[in-house]
């Protein structure tokens, strides 16, 4: 399966601020999927990115909040922008690699909003 | 709109037990189900995945069986360890391209195993 390496793992952020995280991998795919877990809850999808056209937004999630950049095959980028106290979540990005294999996360990023 | 719940929500139970952990769905629609793992603050790390055309899939000490006609999902574990707790996830992934990669996942359960 593949392996995904997400940056950054922790951060603590000024409330106004944007926060940019990074998912690499080590294997060319179709999709990404950006996820978000906020403290004590399951995971829910926000965006499914594909290289070559615009991300496809879960209903909740808007551009102008979390923009998406996918330049290339093995990266993603998912941006928090303008952040609030109320973003403080763990984020992970994942990718699927074939039928039969399921899907891969990466480690997370905590994000603390203060 | 398929919704995934987990039971028990908790669990805690002496080192070396056999315990078995609940997921269920309300669309047996599903392309297959997965279950992951969790440890406090960090990332998911895949346990076993069960296609829609299976009844169950083993890892070692783990076992997950599927009954979709039924929405049912159970992982077992076998006799286990202070090292298995964490927070045990199942997911399923629905049919048709509008479903494809999103994984729609119950709340969790959280397991301790005590020493």
Do not use: H
Request: net charge neutral.
């Amino acid at each position: 399966s593949a392996v995904i390496s997400q940056k950054p793992s922790r951060d603590i952020c000024q409330r106004g601020t944007s926060l940019t995280i990074q998912c690499q991998v080590d294997s060319q795919v179709t999709m990404m999927f950006w996820y978000r877990q906020q403290p004590g809850q399951s995971l829910t999808l926000i965006a499914t990115a594909n290289q070559g056209s615009e991300a496809t937004y879960e209903s909740g999630f808007v551009i102008d909040k979390f923009p998406i950049s996918r330049p290339n095959l093995t990266f993603s980028t998912l941006t928090v922008s303008n952040m609030s106290p109320e973003d403080s979540s763990i984020y992970l990005c994942s990718v699927g690699t074939g039928t039969g294999i399921g899907y891969t996360f990466g480690s997370g990023t905590r994000l603390t909003v203060v | 709109k398929q919704e995934v719940t987990q039971i028990p929500a908790a669990l805690s139970v002496p080192e070396g037990e056999n315990l078995v952990l609940n997921c269920s769905f309300t669309d047996s629609a599903i392309y297959n189900l997965q279950w992951f793992r969790q440890d406090p603050g960090k990332g998911l790390t895949s346990l076993l995945l069960i296609q829609s055309s299976q009844r169950e899939q083993t890892s070692g000490r783990l076992n997950a069986s599927l009954d979709k006609s039924s929405g049912r999902s159970t992982l077992y574990i076998a006799a286990s360890q202070p090292g298995d707790s964490a927070t045990y996830l199942c997911a399923v992934r629905g049919q048709g391209s509008s479903n494809t990669g999103k994984l729609i996942f119950g709340q969790g359960t959280t397991l301790q195993v005590k020493p």
